[in-house]
């Protein structure tokens, strides 16, 4: 096992933005022994997961759990409600709302790809990447197909590429308003369970999650949240399936069973996961990764860099995206501070590769923790020779030690 | 972690064909810190496992490791290779040959199910459930296809809901003999690792498997193995992919990461698994397997049981299924087993439901680990009244004590 | 980590008199991280074991709980009660009396060693170490020391070495019998939590335990519990005595602390074993220790091997001595099976090495386990030529099959 | 388990002087399987880790380990080597060797406890409790005992209460230069493999020590290295011992065995202590110590508060004194800051109870682990309104960033 331990002295802080911090409780959960998937046991884990994963995407319609990793999840939620040739609309937040596209391409359909225009003059970085979904060209868009050509609308609800979150209900009310029948189908990958989700109260068809972002689980597991309206279309869509067909895996899962082998051990995680956050409760999670990202915030000022997001309302509380100046390779300035501090930062993908980096404010983390990862991100732009306009680390102190969490360290 | 925890005194026996007994060792493994999946140290552990897994498949061609449980590798196979409408000729061994076939129909294949025709006499069970393939039929099907219809040949290699093997070379001739072009895809999801098996020495073009049986890990991973041929028919194939794909993932693999992010902490373990395998050889491990094996049918024997393998030649060394007498509901003598001695024993699935059960003996076992399952399967039998020939128990002593393995213990 | 796993294929049957095997739910709690020992944590783990280690002895008074294993709590009972020179009556049982004999006498102590005169005709072994403790013999020497010259009474519970119990509360009314204020002591290091145990309502001044038996811990903890009147001769008693001293323990416990570092991840796992041996409650784990203990008789007798224990009145629980034959090593028994088998016996100790092994039949264990601990046992005794009168695998069978548990697996 | 888990987000920062954070890699060492402490495979352990033992303490001479924590080291170092009466000459460091001196006093010893005379004027602190051993004040002492009526030298290399380490050699020369045979016995509890350490070359007659420091075990474990003057010593004195002797350890630990049940689980991960630290090199471990604590001593600095360690040359590298102004209760602010940011730091003990808090920088740390810890008590002194010359964390930064360790993050 040696092989597989690269830090010979102290935790690595691992402040990407997912796969998160696993909490150690969790990784014991997940060394539990793996049990019978058809025996009365693994039953009660079944229910007690779906039923808490229910409490999470804040639903009362069924929660198909896969186990693969989360980009099986987005191909569910397409071949499950659509049929080859199908027009789908999507919008260009980041790089995983593009990924999204392309795979909605390659699955046979035909999605519209739509994104703010323009391009931020200070930054040279593309509009659409520095803010959220604009719920009024959709709204648009759809008003524009009267023959109900576009079969969903398709948004990412936590842009994981730049940390900027996008209005969801906003989305709803501009479809109901357009008066369009098409359904809405949304990424919360790297949102749930740590920025505010409601999948019922929002009309949400299809939400799309990951075990490795707000859960904390290690990647592995991943979750379709279903309203009746996508389980009517799901009875009708042409597009083939089987791994991934919601209809035996919905039945089957009424009595705790799943019909083909789940993933046994990532179940006990998960169980683990929602018992600690169903008892700490949703609105004080929320609550800890606001605090927590508007010290990182602060931080960014303080160092006189651009924030990714340029919407101060749709800021994530997950992760920062942070702009480098111009040329700064902020892979470069991400390697060496992985090398001398033990740091893992999220890399710029796609459009901004190398352009700015990501830190990750989610997970199993504390103000201790964040204090840590800004520590070392101060250094690091210190020895990339970044010239900043003041202390970042500063700022999160005065900022943490000024706005206590409503209850303790464990609200970190 | 209470709830998760159901076996209060003493370690439970799990003795079902998969998911197998996880060592210790992995279990531990699991359990490291997740790391980020795009770092430098991910690369050498997604080198590592990839260079591994093709020892254990014995090729020198590409695996694909899917962070999806098995089914999802049954899927790609057959999308990645074949088109809409693609004729397949698939072979009923059991019930996971049929789940594959009925797959392949789901996902707008034209499967053609070939069987051993009759039905045993004694035990009344089908007679294709109790034998391998008969790789002649297979031969005499495709000679009578000049047009090449037929674009795969799918087999089962160790039917797990059997416990019978099937002679792949011998498939391979057949193909060969019959000088048709169609590819040969075989399932080992249960074989691998614990029976021998030979990619590339045996002509198979894709090799399907899992994480839960031989590798000894938790579910939640699957592979692919491939020929050149495979490759490139997955470059004109025509059913729709992306999570499967074979493309972007070979082509990412080749510098130890993956296109989205990969199951990290089952990694680990399959990392220790390899480790433990390839240290102790494959032929010792085989050989392991079949010793077990020859125990738990003495024992069967002694009872005066049927084994559900009528083929001494061809009896499985991960599993061996036994045939209850007429009246006996095997699963009903499980339960009384499983609630009296905490033996999780696998049930009989499709055809042959009720009517036997699976002693799996794969995984981390050794001697006294089956000893223990063969005593708790006897007393179940006599606590439910089957009256039996001789006590099994004796037997498998008479054989573990007789046939002392190779190297002591560890190869137990 | 490599060099530290000795077993590459199954768990290893450790079926010793102890270290027993531990439940994988208690080395997790072990593996919890390191608390500050001063911290407000501490403190309430701190209590709790204390109050549930008063629980388990049967005790309202102070229980002293030192980071040292059990010999050091033997050590302990003597130095904070006695002075150099006292005269303290000792009872052969065994290896583990005779060990604490020679302590006493090491210690500055006079200790006097009654025994049980006589040999065995049939084994050569002496009487005493097939017997308990003779309460008589107590009580006639005590009538002999008018002058009280003897301070302490010192027994054991069950004697590990032998596998045979004493009636303490027959002790405790030979003392007081024989008008005697001198103090009760007992080891019960390996009968607590396993065997009945009463420390106020026998009338016990000293118990002395450790961690690695029935509590299920590993090695590293043990314990006194006290009375009143011990609490009172220890502060007079001369032996010199710091590390062991318990005023300061007692006084500083009363906060859920420690004078100096307790052993905190012990303590972590002590909890856990409480918390489970509690909520399942002491009768029920002593029922299922009578039940184990009945099939492992049945057993050896049906090889027709003497059991170590002559007065089945007083057979242990927690382990059964097994007699070998004349001529049969039972130490190369031991090794053959250990080599062969993976399965651990304990050795015969002091007068009886090599003429008996011992099955260990406490800890984590189930009917299973202890069908493979017999399987390995009888293989072992047959590659061994020894003749054997039939089967005690067959009779443990009949035994646990024909006597179920009263509720279920959990009671085993 | 659920009550062991106090932290309900992010991992506790726990920057006391000991226990020190346990590497994850120890933690999983810790919870594998007991096995027979007089079973083959524990030979081999045992010899491994007395060898190891042996490199760390840098003596070819045995090495004894003890399962019990280390104030039964201190014990065992006296009543092996000494008899009642005998004079002792101690030196006052701080609370640890005041602690020796009343626990040498209670085993009926006559300590006689030198201490450098004096107060701090700016602190108000003893001027002995911010020295090391002024070793021209011992040999003055001895010259004046002609009669050697003084049997042993004690001393304590690294004071944990205070920071302050002593130069050992130099009381080696200094006893040497009074030609005076007292033998010299060096508390190394929380110095050795944090600290440089020599005890053959240094001359040192008995050095005790602990698992829970530099080891980075959990506390249960302690050790007396000896050299061939204090085995002689041992066979004459006349202190009562059994669970401290050494005769029976040292001649049983020949084979790799313990004469009584040692601490099997805690060995385990000294082993894998031991492996990566004589793996990464004992320099090299040193260095890292060093280079951290002057990033923390640059902090303490930059805050304008007194170092408790008056003496820059003997500045501990195991943990930092750090005083607190007049009229601050050092006590409230820790738990201030235990509250708000889940740090531990050590308390003021004895004499400076509530004068100073003390900041651990050993174990599993590295430069962000200590960056967080500082980041903690710079928010937590401006809670407390303690006016600040300047930013610590701002210092220590500076510090971290301009000395690259010697090779990379390993070195941290």
Known sequence: MITLDHHPSGRHFLQIPGPSPVPDRLLRALSLPTIDHRGPEFAALGKRVLSGMQQVFGTQHPVVIYPASGTGAWEAALVNTLSPGDAVLMYETGHFASLWQKMARRLGLVPEFLARPGTCAATGLPLSWRHGVDAA????????DPGHRIKAVCVVHNETSTGVTSDIAAVRAAIDAAGHPALLMVDTISGLASADYRHDEWGVDVSVSGSQKGL???????????????????????????FWAWDEIVEMNRTGYWPYTPNTNLLYALSESLDLLLTQGLPAVFARHQRWAAGVRAAVQAWGLPIQCADPAVCSPVLTGVVTPAGVDADALRALIHRRFDLSLGTGLGKVKGRMFRIGHLGDCNDLTL??????????????????????????????????????????
């Open 371 to 412: 204090m840590a990862a800004l520590s070392g991100v101060e250094m690091g732009l210190r020895l990339a020779g970044v010239p900043l306009a003041g202390s970042g680390v500063q700022a999160a102190m005065d900022h943490f030690a000024g706005h206590p969490a409503p209850d303790g360290p464990a609200a970190g």
């Open 137 to 144: 060209l959709i709204g648009e868009r759809l008003r524009a």
């Open 216 to 242: 904390m689980l290690p990647p592995g597991i991943s979750f379709n949240a279903l309203s009746p309206k996508a389980l009517e279309a799901s009875r009708h869509a042409g597009c083939a399936k089987a």
